[in-house]
């Protein structure tokens, strides 16, 4: 998915005091989402929780839209042109409905609901999405990851995994990225990740055996999900530092709950995250809407039936990289 702001934010991470700004570490910090239009007036909008000020990273995962559900009979659905990546992998991951995948690689791929669908941007790829004429209702979310910079250059890739759902302590688990409940996911990636969607039924508690090495997000989908004792409420992301072995989450209501884990190792260097480009300086990022913009680089998406997205024009002033909260 591309960030279709037409004019994106440059987010300046604050460092060394916690949300509450004290210098100690809450066991979860809540970070809240902002709503996002994807297009025109009758654009579909996701909610944004990954970047933003509190904290722009999880282990690598550096961006979190979650959408819907949203009835496409009534509004415009998705409809993403071609559009540029650099630096990052797309996550794709749906909960109900169907998107079309297009991209300069030749992949025509259809992301399906447990499906996840992978994408490589590296040296740079383009591509498109838009819900089919089989959608009523669109519901998922679409996850960034940074690559490291020594493979921030790789080549163009694509991966589609169909994850087996287990049971563990009668919560339903379905691992698209690295290793939880003893599954672990075939996809590559280029940092030590995670990436599980979880199914809480009601009155629930569950322990799950984590890495004490990463760092984990909570996003929900739906419900009311408690993570080590504090409510996260539907489109809130609960972040854990790392540290700990074992990770809690309960689901006290009387209907089912669903969320999004992500983990990851810190990812210990500065980026810097414009539009749909993730790099190190400004002079690359520039480089890379100028080739966009030129037509250089990144190939063509074949089949989709209109002009692929201008470039937003870059700020009057250089870009920095971002810090990490301390």
Known sequence: MSNTETRPEEVRCTSGTAPDGSHGHPAVQILEPRDVPLGGVRAMAVRRT????????????????????????????????????????????????????????????????????????????????V????????????????LPGAHRDAPRAFQHHVPDPVEHSGATVRVFLGSLCGETSPVETFTPLLGAELLLPARTDLALDIDPAFEHGVLVDSGTVGLEGTALAPAELGYTPPGRARLHLTNTDDAPARLILLGGEPFDEDIIMWWNFVGRTHEEIARAREDWA?????????????????????????????????
């Not at 037509?295 to 024009?313: I, K, Q, S």
């Open 294 to 326: 030129a037509g250089r680089r990144f190939g063509e998406v074949h089949g989709y039936g209109g002009d692929p997205l201008p470039a937003p024009p870059l700020p009057n002033i250089a870009l920095k990289p971002r810090t990490r909260p301390s």
């Open 131 to 146: 819900s089919t004429a089989r959608t009523t209702l669109l519901h998922g979310v679409q996850l960034w990851v940074a």
């Open 50 to 129: 990954l970047p933003q000020r509190a904290r722009s990273l999880i282990g690598a995962w550096c961006f979190a839209d979650h959408y819907g559900p949203t009835d496409v009979r009534t509004s415009a659905g998705m409809d993403v042109p071609p559009h540029p990546h650099i630096g990052l992998q797309t996550v794709s991951w749906l909960f109900s409905g169907e998107i079309e995948h297009r991209d300069s690689l030749g992949t025509h791929a259809f992301v399906r609901p447990g499906e996840l669908n992978l994408m490589t941007g590296g040296h740079g790829i383009c591509h498109s999405e």
